[in-house]
């Protein structure tokens, strides 16, 4: 069985915005105008084919991304040659930080972004964030300025916010045609066209001349950006300087390698709501964004040797694919989102996973139309599909030949930030409950679940209130458990600021065999790690702790050493000051003794611990809590009681700037200062305040508060 479609004719894109930007707007009239749907869903309605789960259409917002595959045959070509028509694999994210995670792993699977912004607000917190995800996963974007229908709609305010907030490299390949009520259409600056969208539902493209009041505006900043796009190529740059026309294919082409090299960034215009610029959108995306067969090939380590290893997106190399998502589907079960990099994969056979090197199944593959699933018997390189029914994949694992086994780069996540107790309402719930967390925590990793040894007490974790209380949510409809849940609780941790060194010998003698396990531990404040420098083998480093083994002379024998390293993972876990879990800490392992025939792992964890704890002591430990960066938009007359109320909770003002008709404040508040923030906000604003969250870092708190919370963990 061969490919549908060939690779150069393929574009896997994510839409990415901040909340309320029009992504799922957006990703709706794609679908229509892509034939995928024949009605045109409404946010506001709740018919939307991307936003399919009841949370998202009661709330009106985008919680997990949605996946969608259709075809496009760009406007510019005759409708009857199908020979350039393009498929489209789209992810529609969702823009509220509580589900950031979302965009996160999509991104790092796309290979192109089209981000969404508000034409009255510009860039918001969360543009930021998901600019900084695409950059760190050097996705290649386009840019979509939407809303110019809205009052207070300005493409040149918001076009220049994207300059100084995001990136000087965007450029302008549109301008709309009137703002406000007044938005008719766009000028197209590539072609010097002007394009209007008419009938229903702006499928109808007119091209026209440009507008006479609009002319001198369009070739001042057609100018520009052939001016920009030509500094890409030498051979372009040098005609453009003896005054010679540069050719709109040519300029296509420049275009296209620069963006596929994150080079430029071109902006769009329009009004998804009132139809119109989407299709151009759409024509930008064939022509500018990368195919599979444009992006660099994918690294990976093979298990077996620790090389690495390369895969290019070729159907003729061995089969890799990346796990990124798992959900859990009312009608088919477990879904295992993946993309497939190189090789191909048939249903029926088995599927090797090289992270947990198990084999299983692969029953059943699905391609992706939202809520809906067509079932497909093969996929190839540079596809993304579904597997049915796999039991023990989790995001992150990699698929591959179990002949050519290759590893790729796990997807990072963030810490949750929100806690709370979670309890079952009856015997009953009990068992459901447990079985309904750990499915919902495999679906999303920032999503954890733990209990309390102590008081037996189940708390999970999130990224926010709103996160918690959709899973919570999610929990009684889609497994029927009902729970009683306590209030936030904010997730703390320690660390320490000194260097300080400790010694423990755990003996214990009984009229047997006995224990024996001595080591002597060195523990200070974890430092990055020199760039360039390779990390040494008696050196294990992770995100937040690094375990040094400089034992000289085999005092201690080598199978013991894993043990050591143990005994302190456990108790950085339950933390010094107020049994928050340590963080950013380095321990080397300097000396200890061993007995011939009483040393044991479990001494030497025992050992381990004690002499961490002690060493920790030592070291200045402190409490550390998450510092929020807070955006509030209201209207300048209350500014006020709004920066009243962030110096009344701890928090630092960065700055204001006008946003729309409003003026927005830029602060850092800690976390624990904002539960319950917003009704806060709504009463001292009558109703016209809102404001956006996000974490930003963790910091040491003072020492009163430090005070408070350990008193309150006794």
Same mark, same amino acid.
């Given at each position: 069985?061969?490919?549908?479609?060939?690779?150069?004719?393929?574009?896997?894109?994510?839409?990415?915005?901040?909340?309320?930007?029009?992504?799922?707007?957006?990703?709706?009239?794609?679908?229509?105008?892509?034939?995928?749907?024949?009605?045109?869903?409404?946010?506001?309605?709740?018919?939307?084919?991307?936003?399919?789960?009841?949370?998202?259409?009661?709330?009106?917002?985008?919680?997990?991304?949605?996946?969608?595959?259709?075809?496009?045959?760009?406007?510019?070509?005759?409708?009857?040659?199908?020979?350039?028509?393009?498929?489209? !694999?789209?992810?529609?994210?969702?823009?509220?930080?509580?589900?950031?995670?979302?965009?996160?792993?999509?991104?790092?699977?796309?290979?192109?972004?089209?981000?969404?912004?508000?034409?009255?607000?510009?860039?918001?917190?969360?543009?930021?964030?998901?600019?900084?995800?695409?950059?760190?996963?050097?996705?290649?974007?386009?840019?979509?300025?939407?809303?110019?229908?809205?009052?207070?709609?300005?493409?040149?305010?918001?076009?220049?916010?994207?300059?100084?907030?995001?990136?000087?490299?965007?450029?302008?390949?549109?301008?709309?045609?009137?703002?406000?009520?007044?938005?008719?259409?766009?000028?197209?600056?590539?072609?010097?066209?002007?394009?209007?969208?008419?009938?229903?539902?702006?499928?109808?493209?007119?091209?026209?001349?440009?507008?006479?009041?609009?002319?001198?505006?369009?070739?001042?900043?057609?100018?520009?950006?052939?001016?920009?796009?030509?500094?890409?190529?030498?051979?372009?740059?040098?005609?453009?300087?003896?005054?010679?026309?540069?050719?709109?294919?040519?300029?296509?082409?420049?275009?296209?390698?620069?963006?596929?090299?994150?080079?430029?960034?071109?902006?769009?215009?329009?009004?998804?709501?009132?139809?119109?610029?989407?299709?151009?959108?759409?024509?930008?995306?064939?022509?500018?964004?990368?195919?599979?067969?444009?992006?660099?090939?994918?690294?990976?380590? !093979?298990?077996?040797?620790?090389?690495?290893?390369?895969?290019?997106?070729?159907?003729?190399?061995?089969?890799?694919?990346?796990?990124?998502?798992?959900?859990?589907?009312?009608?088919?079960?477990?879904?295992?989102?993946?993309?497939?990099?190189?090789?191909?994969?048939?249903?029926?056979?088995?599927?090797?996973?090289?992270?947990?090197?198990?084999?299983?199944?692969?029953?059943?593959?699905?391609?992706?139309?939202?809520?809906?699933?067509?079932?497909?018997?093969?996929?190839?390189?540079?596809?993304?599909?579904?597997?049915?029914?796999?039991?023990?994949?989790?995001?992150? !694992?990699?698929?591959?030949?179990?002949?050519?086994?290759?590893?790729?780069?796990?997807?990072?996540?963030?810490?949750?930030?929100?806690?709370?107790?979670?309890?079952?309402?009856?015997?009953?719930?009990?068992?459901?409950?447990?079985?309904?967390?750990?499915?919902?925590?495999?679906?999303?990793?920032?999503?954890?679940?733990?209990?309390?040894?102590?008081?037996?007490?189940?708390?999970?974790?999130?990224?926010?209130?709103?996160?918690?209380?959709?899973?919570?949510?999610?929990?009684?409809?889609?497994?029927?458990?009902?729970? !009683?849940?306590?209030?936030?609780?904010?997730?703390?941790?320690?660390?320490?600021?000194?260097?300080?060194?400790?010694?423990?010998?755990?003996?214990?003698?009984?009229?047997?065999?006995?224990?024996?396990?001595?080591?002597?531990?060195?523990?200070?404040?974890?430092?990055?790690?020199?760039?360039?420098?390779?990390?040494?083998?008696?050196?294990?480093?992770?995100?937040?702790?690094?375990?040094?083994?400089?034992?000289?002379?085999?005092?201690?024998?080598?199978?013991?050493?894993?043990?050591?390293?143990?005994?302190?993972?456990?108790?950085?876990?339950?933390?010094?000051?107020?049994?928050?879990?340590?963080?950013?800490?380095?321990?080397?392992?300097?000396?200890?003794?061993?007995?011939?025939?009483?040393?044991?792992?479990?001494?030497?964890?025992?050992?381990?611990?004690?002499?961490?704890?002690?060493?920790?002591?030592?070291?200045?430990?402190?409490?550390?809590?998450?510092?929020?960066?807070?955006?509030?938009?209201?209207?300048?007359?209350?500014?006020?009681?709004?920066?009243?109320?962030?110096?009344?909770?701890?928090?630092?003002?960065?700055?204001?700037?006008?946003?729309?008709?409003?003026?927005?404040?830029?602060?850092?508040?800690?976390?624990?200062?904002?539960?319950?923030?917003?009704?806060?906000?709504?009463?001292?604003?009558?109703?016209?305040?809102?404001?956006?969250?996000?974490?930003?870092?963790?910091?040491?708190?003072?020492?009163?508060?430090?005070?408070?919370?350990?008193?309150?963990?006794?």
């Amino acid at each position: 069985m061969n490919r549908d479609y060939p690779l150069e004719r393929m574009r896997n894109f994510g839409i990415i915005a901040h909340i309320d930007a029009g992504k799922t707007t957006t990703s709706e009239r794609i679908l229509y105008y892509t034939g995928m749907t024949h009605k045109i869903g409404e946010v506001h309605e709740g018919d939307t084919v991307t936003d399919w789960m009841e949370q998202e259409r009661e709330r009106g917002i985008t919680i997990t991304a949605a996946a969608v595959t259709c075809f496009w045959n760009p406007t510019y070509m005759p409708k009857t040659d199908s020979s350039k028509k393009v498929r489209f !694999n789209i992810i529609d994210t969702p823009g509220h930080i509580d589900f950031t995670v979302e965009v996160k792993r999509s991104l790092r699977v796309l290979d192109g972004a089209v981000v969404v912004f508000d034409g009255v607000a510009g860039v918001e917190p969360q543009s930021q964030t998901n600019w900084r995800y695409a950059d760190e996963g050097k996705v290649p974007r386009l840019c979509f300025i939407n809303k110019l229908d809205r009052t207070g709609a300005s493409f040149e305010k918001s076009y220049k916010s994207i300059l100084e907030g995001l990136n000087k490299n965007a450029i302008r390949f549109q301008i709309p045609i009137g703002l406000e009520g007044e938005h008719k259409g766009v000028v197209d600056l590539m072609q010097m066209k002007a394009f209007y969208f008419e009938g229903e539902m702006g499928d109808k493209i007119i091209e026209a001349e440009i507008p006479a009041e609009l002319l001198e505006e369009a070739k001042k900043y057609r100018a520009e950006m052939v001016e920009k796009i030509v500094e890409r190529d030498e051979t372009a740059m040098q005609s453009y300087l003896e005054g010679k026309e540069v050719g709109i294919e040519d300029l296509r082409k420049i275009t296209r390698k620069a963006v596929i090299a994150n080079e430029i960034f071109p902006v769009f215009a329009g009004s998804a709501l009132k139809n119109i610029g989407v299709q151009l959108v759409l024509d930008a995306v064939v022509d500018y964004l990368p195919s599979p067969l444009d992006i660099p090939s994918v690294h990976g380590i !093979n298990p077996n040797t620790g090389e690495d290893v390369v895969r290019n997106a070729s159907d003729e190399e061995p089969f890799a694919a990346l796990a990124f998502k798992l959900q859990n589907d009312p009608f088919v079960g477990a879904l295992t989102f993946f993309r497939v990099y190189s090789g191909s994969i048939e249903a029926g056979t088995y599927i090797y996973n090289s992270t947990t090197g198990k084999k299983e199944r692969l029953g059943r593959i699905v391609r992706l139309q939202a809520d809906k699933r067509e079932e497909v018997k093969k996929v190839f390189a540079g596809e993304i599909a579904a597997a049915v029914g796999l039991k023990d994949a989790l995001t992150s !694992n990699t698929f591959c030949d179990e002949n050519n086994p290759i590893v790729l780069e796990v997807i990072k996540f963030m810490e949750p930030v929100v806690s709370l107790r979670i309890e079952p309402k009856t015997k009953a719930d009990q068992e459901k409950m447990g079985m309904a967390l750990r499915k919902l925590g495999n679906e999303d990793p920032t999503f954890r679940i733990s209990s309390n040894s102590e008081t037996g007490e189940t708390i999970i974790s999130g990224m926010g209130e709103l996160h918690l209380e959709i899973m919570v949510d999610r929990m009684k409809r889609e497994f029927g458990v009902e729970a !009683n849940v306590g209030e936030p609780q904010v997730a703390y941790r320690e660390t320490i600021m000194n260097s300080a060194e400790a010694e423990h010998k755990y003996i214990k003698q009984t009229g047997g065999k006995g224990q024996y396990g001595h080591v002597r531990l060195t523990v200070k404040p974890l430092e990055p790690w020199p760039e360039g420098e390779k990390i040494p083998k008696n050196v294990h480093r992770y995100d937040d702790f690094e375990f040094i083994n400089n034992i000289k002379g085999g005092v201690i024998p080598n199978e013991f050493i894993p043990a050591v390293e143990k005994g302190v993972r456990e108790a950085m876990d339950r933390g010094i000051v107020a049994g928050y879990k340590l963080v950013n800490v380095s321990c080397e392992l300097t000396f200890g003794s061993y007995h011939d025939v009483d040393s044991s792992e479990i001494a030497y964890k025992i050992a381990a611990s004690q002499a961490f704890q002690d060493a920790a002591k030592r070291a200045k430990p402190v409490i550390l809590e998450p510092v929020m960066r807070l955006e509030v938009v209201a209207p300048e007359k209350y500014m006020g009681d709004v920066n009243g109320s962030i110096a009344s909770k701890r928090g630092t003002i960065e700055g204001s700037e006008p946003k729309g008709q409003d003026l927005a404040i830029h602060a850092k508040v800690p976390l624990s200062e904002m539960f319950g923030y917003t009704t806060q906000l709504r009463s001292m604003t009558s109703g016209k305040g809102s404001a956006m969250m996000e974490f930003d870092h963790y910091e040491v708190v003072p020492a009163n508060v430090a005070l408070e919370i350990a008193e309150k963990r006794k």
